[in-house]
């Protein structure tokens, strides 16, 4: 029997998409998802009126030069409504708010255009957005825009982000007092007298269930309990809108029950990582769309297959991108794109004489930049893909215009950049052929700690205080580092000294992963010192050394560096003050990733015993401090 139609029914004050499978009312003109109707259940969302409920568009801004904290919260109301597709096989609906100059430090200054389709036969339904600014216009900042989702309370608790990361749910009124205790920030809770007796004394915090851009492809909730037991999944099959490339952290589903379509924000990465639109600068983006997508399972069935059922529907959306269904002619079809092949080799001559392929290199199209601009990148487009064993690859679906070739590679340090631009048109298959990326070398290497992955994975993780325990990363070595309270540890571990690390005689598993402050007694906080110990058994006075620190993350930090003399009044090197990533305190392994190339004078070095002094002096706070991703001490130049 074929599927039913899609039916549009529109009334004074709201709007109803029904295919027969989902029925979907959304109020009008503002364009508020009120109501999700499934497998006769009345309301998969929260609709008590009280906060924000239901689903809906959400834009964080600012005027120029503002701080973080006057961000202005928006939720995006559309002013006219309008049908754009009406027929038995799709139902394409508009709400728009335009901006004029009268709504001047009020609303947003730009035009928005939230649209919604609903397909013959689909289990949900895709939202889409179109961001415009225009001409003459006043510039703005945007910290955060988003699509939300407020699940039943009393229906959905179980969520699902990943195989292994997925588990029953406190709610959300375990985390208000007096059930929950806040901690060092409000987003981390103590669940101190939860109705469910199992979360007693856990810590829940959003920012636990983040998650990389390469990696948030489906994420949602399964209600456990119902009759029938239903899955709300939230799937984006495409990265190409998101901000920041494919190691971007972004929030998934939360406690609440809440599902999020993050599309910009400042996440692991602080203002770097906020679009600054100018005055009078013109731009449009186009946002999704994404896909929210329904599944159910009756007595007798295992729920838990609702997730495995959602991670095949993903695959299915992947590989229908880009669709050729949305009517906005901002949204351009496959056949309006181009697409890049070719293969990246990597030439160290210190670790091989013929090149290295480039097994699994990160390969993407950027807007233009200098090397590694990517991360930082926010107001456009980016198209990522991983090359094979060879270092083949094929970026394709790539919307027209000019961009940069960027390249890394684990395994290697430093970021690559092809010479030329690289310019898509309709249709077109641009073949970059053999290109070839040098990492930074200059001699052999004497020593090296950790392994060049753009993270602090590998490092030393240690175990949580059993008082701030998430059970879900309980066991998980990979994921030890999501607990809450871990930069406490440190000063633990190390209550009078600071980490020493003896080349040849330590391991990088005992790295700790954060170089992070130290509490005193008074409440105050210092800065630390590490320390880099290892032997050389001859020295070129008047050569030149290379010390190669690559850092996973940095949060108002700063890196010093000093050899032999811990208390020379001027580092051999000063970073400055860098980075607003905050990962240490949300739980993140990673942030904006830094390379600094230090220059060591062989005179400053010592036959026998040298010590390199790593020195994070800033210390107003827990959270400053730096995540190193991997250190290598190279000789001077060989002659060849």
Known sequence: MAPLGVHLSVETDHVVMDNGICQVTLSNPDGIVTGIQYNGIDNLLENTNVGQTGGYWDIVWSPPGASKSAGIFDVIRGTTFEVIVETEEQVEISFKRTWDQSQEGKLVPLNIDKRFIMLRGSSGFYSYGIYEHLEGWPGFNIGETRIAFKLSIDKFNYMAISDRRQRFMPSARDRMPPRGRPLAYPEAVKLVDPAEPEFKGEVDDKYQYSCDNKDNKVHGWISMGTNPVVGFWQITPSDEFRSGGPLKQNLTSHVGPTTLAMFLSAHYAGDDLVPKIADGEPWKKVFGPVFIYLNSSMDGEDPFLLWSNAEDQMA??????????????????????????GKLLVEDSYLAEDYIPGAGAYVGLAPPGEAGSWQRECKDYQFWTTADDSGCFCIPNVLPGDYNLFAWVRGFVGDYRYENLVTITPSCNIDAGDLVFEPPRDGPTLWEIGFPDRSASGFFVPDPNPDYVNKLFVGDVDNKFRQ?????RYAELYPETDLVFTVGECDSAEWFFAQVTRRKEDGQYVGTTWQIKFQLDAVDPTGTYKLRIAIASATFSELQVRVNDPDAARPLFTSGLIGRDNSIARHGIHGIHWLFNIDVPGCELSQGENVIYLTQPRCQSPFQGLLYDYLRFETPPLSR
């Open 316 to 341: 299915i959306e992947v590989q229908s991108w880009p669709y050729s269904f949305p009517a906005s002619e901002d949204f351009l079809k496959s056949n309006q794109r181009g697409s890049c092949t």
């Open 484 to 488: 809450y309270g871990l930069w406490e």
